[in-house]
């Protein structure tokens, strides 16, 4: 197993309180594996996806439990220095925003370059032209021109293909890609998405897929973990989850999917908020917003029920859900 993660605890200290945002985290990433993870908005996929990165923002996040296994080697054991060898090399991140991530002042060719001369201790001309090499890869038109543009210069577009090229510059074993394509025009993103999905099959890595866009898990991924208030709810092939949802979360979310099958249908929402990270209610913790929910829901904390081979989900009532007939 490439990457292994188990029983991962975040949380902040704040001057309010802790934050749980990451309670007890599993999952594993096998090399050519695509995970998508996905839940609403505050749920802990950026912070379990730092945590994995070794990018925590520490303090006020600390990581109070857990290993994260990569390559059978617990990173949270190794010092800063080897940390620091496996980020890039051994695992690569891909954020949501191109423009802060890159740096404004260097053009292109000199970012995309300074990862073969500090890592691999290339000449600066060497470094150059495997600079154009992976801007020819991730399909910038006239890469040998533009090498020496600055990141402003182009598009949204181009600037995400840009970090892909970063991410894979050193070809790492595996990506984490948060919410890559949100910041971009829908037929962009698919592009994107597309060139990222390419990508992965060709080098054989892992890649973590963070989104909320269920559109894109569908196309891309072969598992599926959806998170709620820093727990993995419902974890599973994707085909088996689109087929029926086996907690009343996943199906909500799949249900306030725009689907051409049920045009003209009102569009389905999940109704409430997502809970305080401070005040996570006691029991399951969608309970006060699940159409299932019974008087156990309130007191008793779902374990991962398995469901079938590969597949587990935090819901007393799995069976009913599963099976259970359109809303
Ligand atoms: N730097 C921080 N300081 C304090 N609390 C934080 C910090 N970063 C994250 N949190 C807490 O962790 C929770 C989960 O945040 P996270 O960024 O993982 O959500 P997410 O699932 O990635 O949401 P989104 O879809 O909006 O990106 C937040 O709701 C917040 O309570
Ligand atoms: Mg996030």
């Given at each position: 197993m490439l990457l292994d993660v188990r029983d991962l605890h975040v949380e902040f200290r704040t001057r309010d309180g802790v934050a749980h945002a990451v309670n007890g985290v599993n999952f594993a990433v096998d090399a050519g594996e695509t995970l998508a993870v996905l839940g609403e908005s505050g749920s802990g996929k950026s912070v379990t996806a730092q945590a994995v990165m070794g990018i925590l923002d520490v303090p006020p996040?600390?990581?109070?439990?857990?290993?994260?296994?990569?390559?059978?080697?617990?990173?949270?054991?190794?010092?800063?220095?080897?940390r620091r060898r496996v980020r890039g090399a051994g695992i690569a991140m891909i954020f949501q925003d191109a423009l802060s991530a890159l740096n404004p002042v260097l053009s292109v060719g000199d970012q995309l370059g300074e990862m073969f001369v500090v890592h691999r201790g290339m000449s600066r001309k060497d470094a150059r032209a495997r600079a154009v090499d992976l801007m020819d890869r991730v399909r910038i038109p006239a890469a040998a021109q533009r090498v020496r543009d600055y990141p402003h210069?182009?598009?949204?577009?181009?600037?995400?293909?840009?970090?892909?090229?970063?991410?894979?510059?050193?070809?790492?074993?595996?990506?984490?890609?948060?919410e890559p394509t949100t910041a971009l025009d829908v037929t962009v993103q698919a592009q994107v998405m597309e060139l990222l999905a390419e990508l992965?099959?060709?080098?054989?890595?892992?890649?973590?897929?963070?989104?909320?866009?269920?559109?894109?898990v569908a196309d891309v991924a072969d598992r599926i973990a959806v998170m709620y208030a820093g727990k993995i709810v419902e974890s599973a092939p994707v085909r088996d989850l689109?087929?029926?949802?086996?907690h009343p979360y996943t199906r909500g979310l799949l249900d306030s999917v725009p689907?051409?099958?049920r045009k003209g249908q009102e569009l389905y929402a999940i109704k409430g908020l997502p809970p305080n990270l401070m005040r996570v209610p006691p029991g399951c913790s969608f309970h006060p917003r699940c159409p299932m929910a019974q008087d156990v829901c309130r007191t008793d904390e779902p374990p991962l029920y398995p469901v079938?081979?590969?597949?587990?989900?935090?819901?007393h009532f799995w069976r009913e859900c599963l099976h259970g007939p359109d809303h």
């Open positions: 996040g600390r990581i109070t439990a857990g290993r994260i296994l990569f390559r059978g080697q617990d990173l949270l054991k190794l010092r800063e220095q080897e210069q182009f598009s949204g577009g181009m600037r995400q293909r840009i970090m892909i090229a970063m991410a894979l510059s050193l070809e790492p074993a595996l990506i984490i890609a948060d992965q099959r060709e080098y054989r890595m892992g890649l973590i897929l963070i989104t909320h866009d269920l559109g894109v689109y087929k029926a949802p086996a689907r051409l099958d079938s081979d590969g597949r587990g989900s935090a819901c």
